[in-house]
C-alpha cells in the first residue's frame, strides 16, 4: 500500500472552509468592478485641476496651440490698428475745426506771461505816462512772447480782470442788500455784450476805411479788456473811501487808459506812416486817427457806465 493512502486512511478527512478571495484594490485611475456606470467626476477634477493656472481663478487655461494664436492674434492686431487709425483720424478732425474757430496755438502766445510781466503791465497800465519805447519786439517777423516784452497785448490780464469785476459787482451789491443771482448774471452778460460791440464796431471800421493793419481780433479783445482794470480800482475805491474815492481813483484809471489806447493803437492803426517816419496828411490817415480817438474816446465812456449803479 502506497503510504500516501495509508496516511489517508489513518487520519480522519478535515472540513475544507471555503476559502476568501481577495478583492485586489482598485488602483488610482481604475474602475470598481462592483460599480455600474464610471465615475468620470475625479478625472474631470484631476483635469481641471492639471489645467489650472495662477491668476486663472479656478477656470481651465485658454488652450494654446499654434492654430489658436494663428486665428487670434491676426484679429486683434487688426482690431487694434484700425481702433488707432480711427483715433487719429478723429483727433485730425478736431484739431481742425478748433483751429478754424478758435486758434488754440495763437490763444497759448497771448497766455504765455510771468509774474513780473504782470506786474509790469499793470503799472503800465496806471503809469502810461512814464513809459516811452511803445514798440513790440519781433523775433524773425514774429512778434516775441508777452513775457519777454510788456507792450505785447496778452489775455491772461483782461481774463483775470474780467472774471474779478465780476466778483466786486458781486460784493457791492450785496454790501448794499441788493444782491441776486440775476442781477449778478445780468452784470456780467452786459460787459461781456459791451465788448463784444465794440470789437465789431472797430473791425467794420477798419473795413470801411480800408486800414492795412496786423491788428487782429484777439488783438483788440485784449486791448479793449485792460479796461477791466481801472474799473476795479474805481468800485473797490468806492466800497471803501465812498462817493468821493469811486471819482478819484476811477477818474485816473480814465486817463490812463485814454492815454495807453493812443499810443498804443496809434502804431497797430496807423502802422505804414509810423513804418516810414513821416507823418502823411492825407483824408484816409486823418480817418485812421479819428478811427483811433474814438476807440480811445469809448474806454472812459463805458468804464463809468458799467460802474457807477454799483456804488452808493
Known amino acids: ?92 478732425l478736431v484739431d481742425k475745426n478748433i483751429d478754424r474757430f478758435i486758434p488754440v496755438t495763437k490763444l497759448k502766445y497771448y497766455f504765455a506771461v510771468d509774474t513780473m510781466y504782470v506786474g509790469k503791465k499793470l503799472g503800465l497800465l496806471f503809469f502810461p505816462y512814464l513809459h516811452q519805447d511803445w514798440e513790440v519786439q519781433y523775433q524773425q517777423d514774429t512778434p516775441v512772447a508777452p513775457r519777454f516784452d510788456v507792450n505785447a497785448p496778452d489775455l491772461y490780464i483782461p481774463a483775470m480782470a474780467f472774471i474779478t469785476y465780476v466778483l466786486v459787482a458781486g460784493l457791492a451789491l450785496g454790501t448794499q442788500d441788493r444782491f441776486s443771482p440775476d442781477l449778478l448774471g445780468l452784470q456780467a452778460s452786459s460787459a461781456l455784450a459791451w465788448l463784444t460791440l465794440e470789437v465789431l464796431a472797430i473791425l467794420l471800421s477798419l473795413y470801411l476805411v480800408t486800414v492795412n493793419t496786423d491788428l487782429t481780433t484777439i488783438d483788440l479783445v485784449a486791448f479793449l479788456g485792460y479796461k477791466y482794470v481801472g474799473m476795479i480800482g474805481g468800485v473797490l475805491m468806492g466800497l471803501l473811501f465812498g462817493k468821493i474815492g469811486y471819482y478819484l481813483v476811477l477818474g485816473w484809471c480814465c486817463v490812463s487808459i485814454f492815454v495807453f489806447m493812443i499810443r498804443t493803437l496809434r502804431l497797430k492803426i496807423l502802422a505804414e506812416a509810423a513804418a516810414e517816419g513821416i507823418p502823411v496828411r492825407g483824408a484816409r490817415n486823418q480817418l485812421r486817427m479819428y478811427l483811433t480817438m474814438a476807440v480811445a474816446a469809448a474806454q472812459p465812456l463805458l468804464m463809468y457806465w458799467l460802474t457807477f449803479h454799483l456804488v452808493r
Open 1 to 92: 500500500m502506497h503510504p500516501a493512502g495509508l496516511a489517508a486512511a489513518g487520519t480522519p478527512r478535515q472540513r475544507k472552509w471555503p476559502s476568501k478571495r481577495r478583492v485586489p484594490v482598485s488602483q488610482p485611475g481604475m474602475a470598481d468592478p462592483h460599480q455600474l456606470f464610471d465615475d468620470t467626476s475625479s478625472a474631470q477634477s484631476r483635469g481641471y485641476g492639471a489645467q489650472r493656472a495662477p491668476g486663472t481663478l479656478g477656470y481651465p487655461a485658454a488652450s494654446g496651440s499654434p492654430q489658436t494664436a494663428f486665428l487670434a492674434d491676426p484679429v486683434s492686431n487688426m482690431a487694434m490698428a484700425y481702433g488707432s487709425s480711427l483715433a487719429a483720424q478723429g483727433k485730425e
